[in-house]
């Protein structure tokens, strides 16, 4: 314990007396955790968003009133097979019209005129990737199933909702591109800093490193500090970037819930803001370790 704690102190020391450069590394250390963090904010959150989209969407399924209750249920059992079906729920005429009174109460004469005939039974059909639909279409489209279709009223889905899941996915992947490759930069340019950071503490100290050779001090008593000084630019970084995150996802994520659904993702960072701190300082300290160790393996030959 003691000599752990020796090794905290001197390492603690070098980040002190290196002001200027401890200054600099933690900077870019920090940016690059932000930019990690904030990629995984928008991708969580536009994730939600596209999930919470493509609930809307169903493919209603309108029938003729020759159908009998045997053919509608053969109907719907050939698409409950599909694997791109979720569910499959049957609305018949009565309960069409009731939910039209219920919605629209102010055409409830509309409906008198036409004797409800406007109104069919039919197949609402929920999805699992609304964008992948030829083997529905493919069984609406078999004889057997054709002949039951309202001719009036073709098959239809929201084709709305699904342009806008279209342009999410869109925005998504390029964040993701875009989030990963400003993510891999920041950590190379990080990388490269502490190890000059790192390489110029070894050159400044290899006086003290002989000295310390000669009276016996082990290798790892050696490393040790710089160690301990490379772990410090992650965690202070990882800190500062945890202020920075939670600060605007808190204060920016419910003014933006209108476009993009930041709920799921705010309940995530409340729930769990431990974890993601411990995460972030994690990835700040094996940045800042490995980066060391690169250093020390070049430049400090014990």
């Not at 055409?107 to 609304?130: F, M, V």
Request: proline share 4%.
């Amino acid at each position: 314990m003691l000599q752990l704690w020796r090794v905290m102190h001197a390492g603690g020391r070098n980040f002190m007396r290196n002001a200027w450069l401890s200054t600099a590394a933690t900077a870019v250390m920090t940016i690059t955790l932000s930019i990690i963090v904030v990629s995984f904010i928008s991708n969580s959150a536009l994730t939600s968003t596209i999930k919470g989209v493509t609930d809307k969407i169903d493919i209603s399924i309108y029938l003729n009133d020759a159908v009998t209750p045997d053919q509608r249920k053969a109907f719907q059992t050939a698409l409950e097979q599909n694997p791109n079906v979720e569910t499959v729920h049957y609305t018949s005429k009565a309960d069409a019209v009731a939910a039209f009174k219920t919605e629209h109460p102010e055409n409830t004469k509309a409906l008198e005129i036409t004797g409800n005939a406007a109104l069919p039974a039919s197949l609402q059909i929920k999805t699992t990737d609304p964008k992948h639909l030829d083997d529905i279409i493919a069984i609406t489209n078999r004889p057997e199933f054709k002949a039951m279709l309202d001719p009036k009223a073709p098959p239809s889905y929201s084709g709305k909702n699904k342009d806008t899941i279209n342009n999410i996915v869109r925005i998504s992947n390029f964040f993701k591109t875009t989030g990963l490759i400003a993510s891999v930069i920041f950590v190379i340019i990080s990388i490269l800093i502490i190890f000059n950071t790192i390489r110029m503490a070894i050159f400044t100290r290899r006086d003290e490193i002989e000295i310390m050779k000669l009276v016996g001090a082990t290798k790892w008593f050696i490393r040790g500090p710089f160690l301990f000084e490379a772990a410090m630019y992650g965690l202070v970084a990882a800190l500062i970037a945890a202020a920075l995150s939670f600060s605007l996802l808190l204060g920016g994520g419910p003014k933006l819930s209108g476009y993009i659904n930041f709920q799921s993702t705010i309940d995530l960072f409340k729930n769990y803001p431990l974890l993601i701190i411990a995460g972030e300082m994690m990835i700040g300290v094996c940045i800042g370790v490995f980066s060391s160790l690169l250093a020390m393996s070049r430049y400090l030959k014990l």
